[in-house]
């Protein structure tokens, strides 16, 4: 039998736990894990003690107990030595933080969103030196594990790992793939497994490239049936206006729900601004609702399994991703999962080397081997180019506190008005979130007198 596992979790307080919980106690046979670590802040006690309570009674449900032991801690390093895997899952501010970042560029009408536009970038400031802080930890106290990453934006966090902890290997997730691979399999109506679909581009940022259907290319016919459904959807189910049909069969590349703030930015603003005012709330507000009544249920003794109103939190997948990540690779199996990884030997062709990219790849126990990507067609390149050109100044302010590169990458998003305004928004950025920006305190002054 092959050596017992210990995994770790950051930010193990979190709503999605239970999801991950669930998918290692159904792998359990494959991925034999002795300990899981259930890691926290002071600020999240309460919820892992819920959401760990809640672990344990699935654990002891499914027939573990006696071998899947859950362990709950503040303390990081004590929960990192000796790790062979550790997955993060944290949100520095908690949703608080969220709904402020989603709120100050809609005062300026702008996209308000958590991984996009100025918000995105506000979570970017937060996370990123937090990111590095676990792995400077992990470089000490398991150095051979893997890092498996979901805490958003993914794509610049694990950039940050890529470029300060080369040594760390490293792998960025996320559920939209998972969404865009639904929408091609429900459009042509054949079985998951007889699709092969060959993403690249960057997170949140991606294409479906190519759709092969037991070997045969399919993707403008998949292209087109999903954009018709989508069409004949009622308008409430479309997130936002539907396509612009000319626009997207052009790339003859299936855009991800993420591309909508980009391609139809002014018609997603209208919706955003429509959810307030029709007393809705941002994003944010409506998931802290939701969160609040899932650690309800979680409080339940006589509840032992995940219950299905997690899927109303949104990024659901996200865990059980992340579960057959880890089994691909501790199983030596080839599973074809779509990672933020290095680009390398020209992968993506007009990004630079060694930045993180968002593509198909086969998950072995000795790395990440991608699928090859065609050369990025014009339509596409432009704008990819300034989004990793966004993503790279970004990860050099969360870094250095320099306020200059900081205003820079607000400048190139294509979501930020440029001038006075995006200064504005910069400083009331680093003054909303005061105490989780330490780096930028010596750039303005903390209160505007």
Excluded at 232 to 237: D, F, G, H, M, T
Excluded at 305 to 316: A, H, I, W, Y
Aim: glycine share 8%.
């Amino acid at each position: 039998m092959k050596k017992p596992i210990k995994i770790v979790t950051i930010g193990g307080g979190s709503s999605y736990t239970p999801e991950i919980v669930e998918g290692f106690i159904k792998r359990y046979n494959e991925l034999p894990i002795k300990e899981l670590w259930l890691v926290d802040i002071e600020d999240g006690k309460d919820k892992l003690e819920i959401v760990g309570n809640l672990a344990k009674r699935m654990v002891k449900e499914a027939g573990l107990e006696d071998k899947m032991k859950i362990h709950l801690t503040l303390d990081r390093r004590e929960a990192l030595k000796d790790a062979d895997f550790v997955t993060t899952q944290f949100r520095v501010g908690l949703l608080a933080a969220r709904i402020r970042d989603e709120k100050i560029p809609l005062r300026y009408g702008m996209i308000g969103q958590e991984t996009n536009g100025a918000g995105g970038f506000a979570k970017a400031l937060r996370t990123i030196p937090v990111i590095l802080d676990i792995c400077k930890d992990m470089t000490e106290l398991c150095p051979n594990t893997w890092l498996v990453n979901f805490t958003n934006p993914s794509g610049m966090v694990t950039e940050s790992v890529l470029k300060y902890y080369p040594n760390i290997r490293v792998a960025g997730l996320c559920n939209v793939p998972i969404g865009v691979r639904k929408s091609v399999t429900d459009a042509l109506q054949v079985p998951d497994e007889e699709i092969e679909l060959i993403c690249g581009g960057l997170n949140h940022f991606f294409w479906g490239r190519q759709v092969l259907h037991n070997g045969i290319d399919r993707t403008e016919e998949a292209l087109s049936k999903i954009l018709t459904d989508i069409e004949n959807l009622p308008a409430n189910l479309r997130h936002g206006k539907p396509w612009i049909r000319e626009q997207i069969m052009d790339l003859n590349m299936i855009p991800c729900a993420y591309h909508k703030y980009y391609y139809l930015t002014d018609e997603m603003l209208a919706d955003q601004l429509e959810e307030i005012r029709s007393g809705k709330g941002t994003r944010g507000e409506q998931v802290k609702k939701v969160e609040n009544e899932l650690f309800e249920l979680y409080k339940d003794p006589d509840l032992k399994v995940k219950p299905k109103q997690l899927e109303q939190r949104g990024g659901q997948y996200y865990s059980d991703a992340a579960c057959e990540l880890i089994n691909s690779i501790y199983n030596d199996k080839g599973t074809t999962i779509v990672v933020s990884t290095k680009n390398e030997n020209g992968l993506i062709d007009c990004l630079p080397e060694g930045c993180a990219v968002e593509v198909s790849a086969k998950i072995y126990k000795d790395g990440v081997k991608p699928y090859p990507q065609k050369p990025m067609p014009l339509e596409a390149r432009g704008i990819l180019q300034l989004m990793k050109n966004f993503e790279q100044l970004t990860i050099e302010a969360a870094v250095t506190g320099n306020y200059g590169k900081a205003l820079q990458a607000l400048t190139v998003n294509p979501l930020v008005t440029s001038g006075a305004v995006a200064k504005t928004i910069l400083d009331e950025i680093i003054r909303e979130n005061w105490d989780y920006l330490p780096q930028f305190h010596n750039s303005i002054e903390r209160y505007k007198y």
